[in-house]
């Protein structure tokens, strides 16, 4: 650590008094998250290319404001899920850096709930572009 620089404790952070730049600083951070994720994590990437994927559609199709919900809402479920499932592998890598069956199983459960989310995604993207682009399908001339 570099010397004159001091480690703030979470008991330190929590006794500050609310200030605008304390609540500035701490979205600097979650930007951090964000940034951070993208960088490592392979699988948000993915993530990012289908949310882009869908919202592109979404302009195109001309969604209304509860599609646009849903499609929000999906979307921020896989990436909160992707955040959690990061965090608890980066802090689990931290804790015990070798193999433990324990934290094997903790990995695969918020694996699972990524999947789980991605799956619903996907499914709400298809209950809510399918339909709209078989109609597109039989009713424009210059595709048949």
Same mark, same amino acid.
């Given at each position: $650590?570099?010397?004159? +620089?001091? /480690? #703030?404790?979470?008991?330190? $952070? ?5 200030? $605008?730049?304390? @609540? =500035?600083? %701490?979205? @600097?951070?979650?930007? +951090? ?14 993530? *990012?290319?289908?949310?882009? !994927?869908?919202? #592109? ?7 209304? =404001? ?6 929000? =809402? ?5 990436? *909160? #899920?992707? &955040?959690?499932? +990061?965090?608890?592998?980066? =802090?689990?890598?931290? /804790? ?13 459960? %918020?694996?699972?709930? !990524? &999947? ?5 995604? &996907? ?13 597109? &399908?039989?009713?424009?001339? +210059?595709?048949?």
């Amino acid at each position: $650590m570099p010397e004159g +620089s001091k /480690v #703030t404790t979470y008991r330190e $952070m929590k006794s500050d008094k609310f200030s $605008m730049k304390s @609540r =500035l600083a %701490s979205f @600097r951070y979650a930007f +951090s998250g964000l940034r951070t994720l993208l960088k490592n994590e392979h699988n948000s990437r993915i993530h *990012i290319a289908a949310t882009i !994927v869908a919202i #592109t559609a979404g302009i195109i199709f001309k969604l209304d =404001l509860q599609e646009w919900c849903l499609i929000m =809402l999906v979307i921020g479920i896989v990436f *909160i #899920t992707e &955040l959690l499932n +990061s965090a608890l592998e980066a =802090l689990a890598d931290h /804790v015990e850096p070798g193999m433990n069956d324990l934290i094997g199983k903790a990995k695969d459960y %918020s694996a699972a709930a !990524v &999947l789980i989310s991605a799956i619903i995604a &996907l499914i709400t993207g298809l209950l809510i572009f399918f339909p709209k682009l078989i109609h597109l &399908l039989h009713i424009s001339p +210059s595709i048949r």
